[in-house]
């Protein structure tokens, strides 16, 4: 499970995910286990589950590469909520979305064989040898003082959200402000270059093994969660955590914290994902203050935790079974519904004008992907926000051949990025730069294809910049290309 790997002449602790294989054999005891049902799913939830462990070994299992990112959340998605759904009295899923499971995991496997060829492909082509350097290398670690200022822009944002009307998730608070969703995408990235300071803080610690510093690195990852808890929002809230114990995983070198930071992260964002859940299922939001939302959430926390409500292992389930979003497209596609091909793509060119000059009668549907889901029957009013997946999406425009060509094309661009980053940036432009990335790789297992367009171009300009000024700002001189390759390239 651990062990050292040897680069450029010294050793670099490393911790692999190759535990994960306990998930296709977990599938496989359900499969045998007498009187099973679904075992036709749980087959095809075990072949993309063997094929998702496969993809990874591409990468001897590493921890942290957005080539490794994008095959977890496939496995996490698809194979293993599958696996959680069997081991339920009834699946979480509903019942018309579960009989199209089989074709999910079809697409699943299809598509994280493609994916996994397309980075081979690209490493065989460019020639490159595998990197499995940790990505905030051996450079020394940033101020507590700037850390601290970098981490305050989150509760700034959180200011300016809630004089925008853009703090409270609908379910909390009906009356969003839509007419004001033009400032989301900056607010976003000011954001995530906020969380920057808590993962910078992180790094710090590790570095410094200070007691000061851990009380602020605490404080920070606290602090960052309390600012958006009552919102009901869970990317604001915590989607930075998944990040952050990635980041220790990588650079924390005693095998027992790692493993301490493992299971305490998985607890943290399981209970808070149920705990907004019930949250947000609760009426009458709208009139409490935000005192009082905080005092609601505190009870709530302390129900789940006491396990009195209904069951969570439902709701917990029945979020993260976004397969089922992708297994009810490849089923009714081309049978119901026409590929849809090139549609809407002549827009795409809008991406890199602001939207206040864009022609108007030229609109960018960045929503499509939940339009899709409607015109699918995916969404039944209960389950407003099942995402498309980026598997479903390439089905409904090109079927299969679309789903083989562009997860290959992903895969061989995500290739391209991680030795890129693994190659050529310091230490702190590489956290930063991961971090600020880390949240739109994280999520592409559920956009459309617009979107995935939209983070490969657009968005990744806009994060390399924001990377190279703040890897300028802290430390005090412009970042420059490493003039001598490593060794062991």
């Not at 599938?27 to 589950?49: D, K, N, T, Y």
């Not at 990852?221 to 915590?238: D, K």
């Not at 930075?240 to 995983?249: D, E, G, H, K, T």
């Amino acid at each position: 499970m651990a062990g050292k790997l040897t680069m450029s002449g010294k050793q670099v602790d490393y911790i692999d995910t190759r535990w994960g294989w306990f998930l296709p054999l977990a599938i496989l005891v359900v499969v045998l286990f007498p009187g099973a049902q679904f075992r036709e799913i749980a087959w095809s939830a075990f072949v993309a589950a063997v094929i998702g462990m496969g993809a990874l070994r591409l990468v001897r299992y590493r921890w942290f590469s957005f080539y490794s990112i994008v095959v977890g959340t496939h496995i996490i998605f698809y194979p293993a909520a599958v696996l959680f759904n069997l081991m339920l009295e009834w699946p979480a899923v509903r019942p018309d979305l579960w009989e199209d499971a089989s074709w999910a995991m079809a697409g699943c496997s299809v598509g994280l064989f493609c994916l996994a060829l397309g980075a081979y492909v690209d490493r065989k082509v460019m020639w490159r040898k595998a990197n499995r350097q940790p990505f905030a290398g051996e450079a020394p670690p940033t101020s507590l003082y700037f850390n601290v200022a970098i981490s305050a822009l989150i509760p700034v944002v959180a200011l300016f959200r809630f004089n925008l009307g853009l703090y409270y998730h609908i379910a909390v608070n009906p009356d969003y402000r839509f007419d004001m969703v033009q400032y989301l995408n900056v607010l976003e990235h000011v954001l995530w270059i906020g969380y920057c300071g808590v993962v910078l803080q992180l790094y710090r610690l590790i570095k410094t093994r200070s007691r000061l510093d851990f009380q602020v690195a605490v404080a920070l990852v606290l602090g960052a969660i309390l600012v958006f808890l009552p919102s009901g929002g869970r990317g604001q809230a915590f989607g930075f955590l998944p990040f952050v114990i990635i980041a220790y995983m990588t650079w924390e070198g005693r095998i027992e914290r790692k493993l301490a930071m493992l299971a305490g992260g998985i607890v943290a964002i399981v209970s808070l994902s149920v705990t907004v859940d019930v949250y947000r299922n609760l009426t009458g939001l709208d009139t409490e203050s935000t005192a009082a939302k905080y005092r609601i959430l505190f009870e709530q926390a302390e129900i789940v935790a006491g396990g009195v409500a209904d069951p969570w292992e439902g709701t917990f389930v029945g979020r993260m079974s976004d397969f089922t979003a992708a297994g009810r497209i490849i089923a009714d596609t081309p049978g119901l519904f026409d590929y849809r091909y090139f549609d809407g793509v002549g827009n795409w060119w809008q991406i890199a004008i602001p939207k206040f000059l864009r022609p108007e009668h030229d609109e960018l549907n960045i929503i499509e992907g939940a339009q899709v889901t409607q015109n699918y029957g995916v969404t039944d009013g209960e389950h407003t926000s099942t995402p498309v997946t980026i598997i479903g999406d390439l089905f409904s425009r090109f079927g299969w051949i679309g789903v083989c060509a562009g997860m290959f094309v992903i895969g061989m661009i995500l290739a391209n990025l991680d030795a890129w980053i693994f190659e050529r940036m310091d230490a702190v432009w590489k956290i930063c730069f991961s971090l600020l990335f880390y949240r739109l790789i994280m999520s592409l297992v559920n956009v459309s294809v617009l979107v995935a367009f939209i983070t490969f171009t657009r968005d990744l300009l806009i994060i390399y910049l924001l990377s190279r000024c703040l890897g300028w700002i802290a430390t005090g001189k412009v970042v420059v290309r490493q003039a001598v390759r490593r060794e062991a390239q």
